[in-house]
């Protein structure tokens, strides 16, 4: 197995176990190709373009596994919306 493809599968292998991601889901999700993972698993060739669109989803999504996103904080949640029959004077009519 090329070097490139064993390293990016281990990758995705990690990623897959902290995730619960299922394999197929990520490759169609992070590549456009539900059998990313089968086929590298079949020592089959990656190219570089894939294997950068592959790495930037596995970066991209790992950040929010681990809690956080850039700078290491969560975004806040929206205030919740007030009861549209509360802001009223009264019931609708």
């Known amino acids: 197995m090329a070097q490139i493809t064993r390293k990016l599968l ?8 902290a ?6 889901y990520f490759g169609k999700a992070a590549a456009g190709n539900s059998e990313l993972v089968a086929r590298l698993r079949d020592n089959r060739r ?3 373009e894939t294997e950068a669109k592959v790495r930037r989803f596995i970066k ?12 290491g904080k969560t975004p806040q949640q929206p205030p919740a919306a007030k009861n549209v029959a509360q802001a009223t004077d009264g019931p609708a009519q």
């Open 10 to 17: 281990i990758e995705i292998e990690a990623f897959l176990a």
């Open 19 to 24: 995730s619960g991601m299922g394999e197929s």
């Open 46 to 48: 990656v190219w570089p």
């Open 60 to 71: 991209s999504r790992s950040a929010i596994l681990n809690g956080g996103h850039k700078g």
